[in-house]
């Protein structure tokens, strides 16, 4: 149980474009949601929360022009990556809880490269 | 403020060796929870254990097993008879009771050698 997916796993954009992953929580509703970011040889750095049908709350210091989280529904959130560039190439995890429940379960994570 | 700390950066042992992971923790807060999880290479962070501040029974799991002592601050895991498919670098992480976030910290790799 409590198994998170993540799509796609990697990716590979040009700079400036944009790029969108997914997070689905598959066997659970997930009425937390949380987008991580994870830097080579790093620990994680918590980007934002969105709750289903709220506004995502960002981190100090992340622009949430430039990363916009939707959480549409229980089971799906997505974050897109706008005007991608170089500096926003690292590994992005996102997990997810239910509302009963402290421990968060981490999706596989998405490997961004932008060239 | 909340702080999570793992002093052990790295550790490499050989198969079959017992190893302990250090965690220490700051809080203020009278009602948290303490994590651990493991990132295989892989990179999916795998939930182990959850444990909040009222129960300091000690837990076994298998090889795995967890010390938490309030008095010190510490929530240390200790891998029994360790093996090669334990390597991975193991997150410690702390959340205040009312809050969903988690503060990790910054993770110790864990290398064991047949």
């Known amino acids: 149980g409590a198994v998170v997916s993540q799509h796609p796993s990697w990716v590979i954009c040009k700079s400036g474009t944009s790029v969108k992953i997914e997070c689905r929580s598959l066997?659970?509703?997930?009425?937390?949601m949380f987008w991580y970011r994870q830097f080579p040889k790093q620990s994680l750095m918590l980007m934002a929360t969105?709750?289903?049908?709220?506004?995502?709350?960002?981190e100090q210091g992340v622009e949430k022009d430039k990363f916009l989280i939707n959480h549409a529904s229980l089971t799906l959130s997505t974050l897109t990556v706008t005007s991608a560039h170089p500096e926003d190439s690292s590994f992005y995890i996102c997990?997810?809880?239910?509302?009963?429940?402290?421990?968060?379960?981490f999706g596989p994570g998405t490997r961004l490269t932008v060239t | 403020a909340q702080k999570v700390t793992q002093a052990q950066t790295e550790i490499s042992v050989v198969e079959k060796e017992d190893v302990t992971l250090d965690c220490v923790y700051e809080?203020?807060?009278?009602?948290?929870?303490l994590f651990w999880y493991k990132q295989p290479p892989s990179g999916e962070l795998v939930f182990l254990i959850r444990?909040?501040?009222?129960?300091?029974q000690n837990e076994i799991s298998g090889r795995y097993s967890w010390n938490f002592q309030k008095s010190t601050s510490s929530f240390n895991f200790t891998i029994t008879a360790s093996q090669v498919v334990d390597s991975a670098v193991y997150f410690c992480?702390?959340?205040?009771?009312?809050?969903?976030?988690?503060?990790f910290g910054k993770g110790t790799k864990l290398t064991v050698n047949p």
């Open positions: 997990s997810a809880r239910w509302v009963s429940a402290y421990e968060q379960y």
């Open positions: 066997d659970f509703q997930a009425t937390t």
């Open positions: 969105s709750n289903e049908g709220s506004k995502a709350t960002y």
């Open positions: 809080t203020r807060d009278t009602t948290y929870y």
């Open positions: 444990r909040n501040s009222f129960d300091e």
């Open positions: 992480a702390l959340a205040q009771g009312g809050s969903e976030k988690l503060v």
